[in-house]
């Protein structure tokens, strides 16, 4: 367990071979979609895997364990750890505890995964395969370190996806592991790993953070919503990322069907003062022109 006063610096180090190795591997073990019979049913449970997963990775590790952005019951809690386990993204506590230190840090010195520090391909893929910081930092999440079951969720963090990978090949044979677990993570690592890296490179400022964040609508379409990381830099705790009704957050919207029958309650809204300022942003523009 890590001291409450940790200085972590910027990382622009190697990543590990050890790590390395399993990591391309299963990008390798996705080229076998050309070995394997093709059938539209493989390609649909990879697209629902996805979606699955990814709920996991954006409403759990990220908007509840990193933020708690919302509040449920400690069943549904777990759900959402196991979901995002699942993704092959480390454990929960300590993909919530890394999170917290880049919000405190976000493109300073101590942020984990900045490009615009350590450099694009370090804050998509890079960092996560580091051995400087593979430890859980227990001290920022004393929140989630309580509960047990949660512990033990981020001690065997290959449990979820290997069993996700057996389930898949014992129901569907090779055709529906091959894209329902390789090429589905692959995919989900990707795109998740593009909020650390694009979204703080490309897309439109609409608030003026201490950082680089930025909103993209296409990341927003691809990631349920994470890809509006200039709102969310903004205002960190909300519930919503999609400020705006046309800002499209799916992840949101059944976060907020789920309220409906009590899953899920006390969703943060953005504060209006954000809206105050995003309207005094457009008037200063309109002046300009």
């Keep these: 367990m890590s001291s409450p006063n940790t200085v972590l ?4 180090g190697k990543p590990s071979l ?3 190795v399993p990591f391309w591997g299963v990008h390798l073990v996705c080229l076998l979609v050309f070995f394997v019979d093709f059938s ?7 697209g629902a895997t996805f979606v699955t997963r990814m709920f996991g990775i954006t409403a759990g590790y990220h908007r509840y364990f990193s933020h708690r952005a919302f509040k449920t019951g400690r069943v549904f809690q777990f759900i959402l750890a196991f979901l995002g386990t699942t993704s092959a993204q480390k454990g929960v506590l300590w993909w919530a505890a890394n999170h917290r230190i880049h919000h405190k840090n976000s493109d300073l010195e101590g ?12 804050s998509h893929l890079g960092w996560i395969l580091a051995p400087d910081h593979e430890e859980t930092q227990y001290s920022k999440i004393p929140d989630l370190a309580k509960y047990p079951e949660l512990r ?4 065997h963090f290959l449990v979820p996806p ?5 389930a898949l090949y014992l129901v569907g044979g090779a055709g529906w592991l091959v894209w329902g677990f390789f090429v589905s993570t692959t995919l989900l690592w990707h795109t998740t790993f593009m909020i650390n890296s694009l979204a703080h490179v490309y897309g439109s400022r609409r608030y003026e953070t201490n950082d680089t964040s930025r909103n993209n609508l296409w990341l927003a379409i691809a990631t349920m919503g994470e890809g509006w990381h200039n709102n969310h830099h903004s205002f960190m705790n909300s519930a919503r990322q999609g400020f705006y009704w046309w800002e499209i957050d799916a992840t949101y919207y059944i976060l907020k069907a ?15 003062r954000l809206f105050e300022e995003d309207t005094q942003l457009v008037e200063v523009v309109a002046l300009a022109e």
């Design 258 to 272: 789920l309220s409906w029958i009590g899953v899920t309650w006390d969703l943060i809204e953005p504060p209006a």
């Design 162 to 166: 290997t069993m996700l990978a057996v």
């Design 40 to 46: 539209w049913g493989a390609v649909a449970v990879c």
């Design 152 to 155: 033990w969720l981020n001690e």
């Design 9 to 12: 610096p910027s990382y622009s």
């Design 18 to 20: 050890i790590a390395a």
């Design 111 to 122: 942020d984990l995964h900045s490009p615009s520090r350590s450099g694009f391909w370090w």
